[in-house]
């Protein structure tokens, strides 16, 4: 895998995480632990990719300090990872599209290194998955440009590309989240659809987006522009089927988009079962987060309440908790809860409260919840203290909202 470079495209507004973007991209949003950009980052190192450059754009300032803090570069091993902002060669626009974000950084990217291919990985998705089981389907078909997909059911497929294949996974159509999605042949209500990673031959890509650069009738995406254009031209693009990607120590396959509020919440309670299907504790395949050197999470007295126990949730280094009822949550770094009731909530770090309850509720970093507040339960004192409510009906608070 040294001869592939990764390039994550970690620059997304994240507009439908509402007051959760607020301050940072969604790549750098909390997930349990970590941050989102730390899975894809994970699995680029546990493939064997050392070299990384992540793109960034809007609020990216977290995003920078965090990479630049807690994935360092490793000159030892000729190994960099680093943080890429928006060249502006074509004028003084941003990044027009994902296309346009690789196309403004090739001289950079060819100042790195004579690589062969590269990587195109979206930083803000969380999955796990081995980029060397694609890498070689990509070489085994002499492919010039290879799709990571799966099949979804035809009801959220409009919110990504739709692909079409052959009996040999070669690609026959594509097309950028159409209202009307085309089902899998023979597997009603189930489309094939782009997880948004590729990996594609450099000096081909190198030459498709140069190309495209120059188009101005174009919205300068992968999925809107290149993709449909080499399947037009009828170059070897495949489809790599992401159930064919195996990992030790894990059973099952996981991918999700947390690009919305139910998403991301539907995300961390999936870190919160028994059974997780995304298991964080698979020595395996470590999804790495920074060191922080913090204390164990103390935990005293969970309270019963209405005559059930507290069920399973999960605490981050230096939390306290005491004489609280806690079900089915994810409760980040040094977060201190006393004498409350938190079911099916996610806290994210720096959190502080007393006497508190809390369902279906998103807390964002640095949060002091005052004694016998109640969120989540009563619409109209969650309206009334202008707290954002989803449309799923979880209510999100901001980072450091003062009550």
């Known amino acids: 895998m040294k001869c592939v470079l990764a390039l994550i495209l970690a620059g997304g507004k994240g507009s439908r995480l509402g007051p959760l ?15 989102i950009i730390d899975f894809a980052m994970s699995n680029c190192l546990n493939s064997g990719i050392d070299n990384m450059m992540v793109f960034t754009q809007y609020r990216a300032q977290e995003l920078v300090r965090h990479v630049q803090r807690h994935w360092p570069s490793d000159w030892l091993r000729e190994s960099f990872i680093e943080t890429v902002s928006p060249q502006q060669i074509y004028g003084p626009e941003w990044y027009r599209g994902t296309a346009d974000a690789v196309s403004q950084n090739i001289s950079l990217i060819d100042e790195r290194g004579d690589f062969v291919d590269v ?8 999955y796990m998955m081995d980029f060397r089981q694609m890498y070689a389907f990509h070489k085994e078909k002499q492919a010039v440009f290879t799709v990571c997909a799966l099949p979804m059911e035809v009801s959220e497929a409009h919110r990504l590309g739709v692909i079409e294949v052959n009996n040999e996974g070669r690609i026959v159509g594509f097309e950028e ?3 009307h999605p085309k089902e899998i042949p023979g597997r009603p209500g189930f489309s094939y659809v782009s997880m948004g990673n590729y990996f594609a031959a450099k000096k081909y890509l190198w030459k498709i987006l ?8 174009t919205t300068h995406d992968f999925g809107r522009d290149i993709i449909p254009m080499m399947v037009e031209r009828g170059d070897p693009i495949y489809a790599y089927d992401f159930r ?46 920074p060191h922080d050197n913090l204390p164990m999470e103390k935990t005293n007295s969970l309270r019963p309440v209405d005559g059930r126990e507290s069920g399973l949730f999960l605490a981050s280094g230096g939390c306290i908790i005491e004489d609280t009822h806690l079900y089915q949550s994810v409760i980040g770094r040094e977060s201190i809860i006393y004498r409350s009731q938190v079911t099916e909530s996610v806290i994210f770090s720096g959190v502080q409260m007393d006497g508190a309850i809390l369902h279906r509720v998103i807390v964002g970093e640095d949060v002091h919840i005052p004694p016998g507040t109640i969120i989540g339960i009563d619409r109209a004192l969650d309206e009334e203290r202008k707290l954002h409510i989803d449309k799923s009906g979880i209510v999100v608070v901001p980072k450091g909202f003062v009550f």
Do not use: C
């Open 21 to 35: 973007t607020q301050f940072r991209s969604k790549p750098s949003v909390q997930f349990g632990k970590n941050l």
């Open 119 to 126: 990587a195109i990985l979206a930083g803000d998705h969380v």
């Open 177 to 179: 989240k159409p209202a």
């Open 210 to 217: 140069e190309e495209n650069a120059q188009n101005d009738e």
């Open 244 to 289: 064919e990607n195996h990992i030790d120590g894990m059973k099952h396959h996981y991918w999700r988009d947390v690009g919305t509020i139910q998403s991301l919440w539907e995300g961390n309670m999936d870190l919160a079962t028994l059974n997780p299907e995304l298991s964080l504790y698979n020595k395996k395949w470590v999804i790495r987060t």
